[in-house]
């Protein structure tokens, strides 16, 4: 059966070199095809990425921006490997690029030499096709995001049902100011070495957890500046990968500052234990609007209508 959207996009692509459109890349020419599809579509993109069961028939590349973009050529994740379990397995989101497949594998296998850690507990990462989510997270739409669970797994044979019910743990107290007595020096040096990885671009943490490791890091402290604090994140971090070379329409983020960001970090912890007043004249917050397939780059049409 042909997709709708299928019906629209097919003539363009017979104009303008079908071939374009079914080979490896999302190249210029197919981008010229669904250019004038997409400027228009005012379509929900997380109604369209969020049904779709499988990645693309397409060379690997990550398209667009980490929550603007989408992922051509995603590859699963395996529910279970010897290192490392994928979690809710219902949400299907254990997709990504290959690089940051390999990259949690590379990681799962430093934790299992950790105290107490069989591996990994891998939460979500992108959908088959990246692309906005139906619940949750603004970003992991183009196959760079990964989350880690804090939870230290201490079997790697669990059930289908059990990966839906079990739950990580929190590492935070005082609202993300301190660390609590589920942080370990197993959780620091786990951060250090996904860190350390030259792939990496950053990774979100909650501020006090940042703080505790500038306090603990000694020697090289080159890795400390990829730790940013955020909001949230105590229950698991988030790894989020530099553009892979040659993904000429993937969009990275503003360089991290120079330094090691631990005094920044602290400035956080100081807002948290005392909060600075509020502006009186901060105009309200902006209500988020719904991402459209128009919000999205144009090579995400053919994205989402790949076989």
């Known amino acids: ?10 003539p363009l692509c017979a104009a303008l070199f079908l071939a374009a459109c079914q080979s490896g890349g999302v190249d210029t020419v197919t981008q010229a095809a669904v250019s004038s599809l997409n400027a228009g579509d005012n379509r929900v993109a ?10 693309s028939n397409q060379s690997p590349e990550a398209i667009g921006g980490y929550s603007r973009g989408c992922t051509a050529g995603a590859v699963q994740l395996a529910e279970t490997g010897p290192t490392w379990q994928a979690m809710r397995l219902s949400r299907n989101r254990n997709w990504a690029l290959p690089e940051a497949i390999d990259y949690v594998q590379n990681l799962s296998r430093f934790a299992a ?4 850690w069989a ?11 990246g692309g906005p989510m139906l619940t949750g997270h603004a970003s992991h739409q183009s196959g760079l995001d990964i989350d880690i669970w804090m939870l230290p797994p201490q079997r790697l044979d669990l059930s289908r049902q059990e990966r839906e019910d079990l739950s990580s743990i929190s ?3 005082a609202a993300g100011a301190y660390t609590n007595d589920n942080w370990t020096e197993q959780h620091r040096e786990l951060l250090r070495a996904a ?10 943490i909650f501020p006090g957890a940042k703080v505790d490791m500038c306090d603990w890091a000694t020697g090289d402290r080159s890795w400390l500046r990829k730790i940013r604090p955020w909001w949230g994140h105590h229950y698991h971090f988030h790894v989020r990968l530099s553009c892979p070379a040659g993904d000429r329409q ?26 600075p ?14 991402v459209t397939m128009a919000d999205l780059p144009a090579a995400c049409t053919a994205v989402l209508n790949s076989n």
Do not use: H
């Open 46 to 55: 997380k109604q369209l990425f969020g049904y779709l069961p499988a990645g």
């Open 1 to 10: 059966m042909i997709r709708p959207i299928a019906r629209l996009v097919a």
């Open 119 to 129: 591996g990994l507990y891998v939460g979500d990462m992108s959908q088959p096709r």
């Open 113 to 116: 030499t950790l105290p107490g």
């Open 250 to 275: 993937c969009e990275t983020q503003t360089p991290i500052p120079p330094g090691d960001g631990c005094d920044d970090a602290r400035q956080w912890v100081a807002n948290i234990l005392d909060p």
């Open 171 to 173: 590492t935070r107290r």
């Open 277 to 290: 007043p509020p502006d009186p004249d901060a105009p309200p917050p902006t209500p988020r609007a719904e």
């Open 195 to 204: 860190a350390s990885d030259p792939r990496v671009d950053r990774i979100f």
